[in-house]
């Protein structure tokens, strides 16, 4: 290798600094129903139509959290893939997976489980368990296959 090549080759294993988007996926099934106790039953029914069911509708959420840091020189990581599977366990699968998010998430019982209610509940939950909930950046959440909200803290 010639020393131009060598070192080209060189800075390009020791740039520092880059940032990094980390993302990781679970997948969760829970029911809610779409019900304000700020609204009259009519005004509920209007609003939310047939999310309005009294006996609640389920859905099979994908659930995106991303993370935005700069990789660690002697890990190579942003943060250990491990222990975001941990925290995302933790703040999603274990509160909300097969669950109905209206009875048995006490955030819910005056708050409308609604998707992007739901983000920024796991945003809370997330930074509450990151060592660092400055390199959360982003809950996206898929309700649907048409259906898509992202919270990114703001």
């Given at each position: 290798m010639n020393e131009e090549a060598h070192s080209n080759h060189g800075s390009m294993g020791s740039k520092q600094g880059r940032t990094v988007y980390l993302s990781r996926v679970e997948k969760i099934s829970a029911c809610h129903r779409l019900h304000s106790n700020h609204l009259s039953d009519e005004e509920n029914k209007k609003i939310y139509g047939k999310c309005n069911n009294p006996n609640g509708h389920g859905h099979n959420y994908t659930v995106t959290v991303t993370l935005k840091g700069k990789v660690d020189p002697v890990t190579?990581?942003?943060?250990n893939i491990t222990d975001l599977k941990e925290y995302m366990k933790k703040a999603?699968?274990?509160?909300?997976d097969h669950k109905n998010i209206d009875l048995d998430v006490d955030y819910f019982k005056d708050i409308v489980s609604?998707?992007?209610n739901v983000a920024t509940y796991i945003w809370d939950q997330m930074t509450q368990l990151l060592p660092d909930p400055s390199l959360l950046y982003e809950?996206?959440?898929?309700?649907t296959?048409?259906?898509?909200?992202?919270?990114r803290g703001e």
């Amino acid at each position: 290798m010639n020393e131009e090549a060598h070192s080209n080759h060189g800075s390009m294993g020791s740039k520092q600094g880059r940032t990094v988007y980390l993302s990781r996926v679970e997948k969760i099934s829970a029911c809610h129903r779409l019900h304000s106790n700020h609204l009259s039953d009519e005004e509920n029914k209007k609003i939310y139509g047939k999310c309005n069911n009294p006996n609640g509708h389920g859905h099979n959420y994908t659930v995106t959290v991303t993370l935005k840091g700069k990789v660690d020189p002697v890990t190579g990581m942003v943060i250990n893939i491990t222990d975001l599977k941990e925290y995302m366990k933790k703040a999603i699968m274990d509160t909300l997976d097969h669950k109905n998010i209206d009875l048995d998430v006490d955030y819910f019982k005056d708050i409308v489980s609604t998707t992007e209610n739901v983000a920024t509940y796991i945003w809370d939950q997330m930074t509450q368990l990151l060592p660092d909930p400055s390199l959360l950046y982003e809950v996206k959440i898929h309700e649907t296959d048409k259906n898509i909200v992202f919270y990114r803290g703001e």
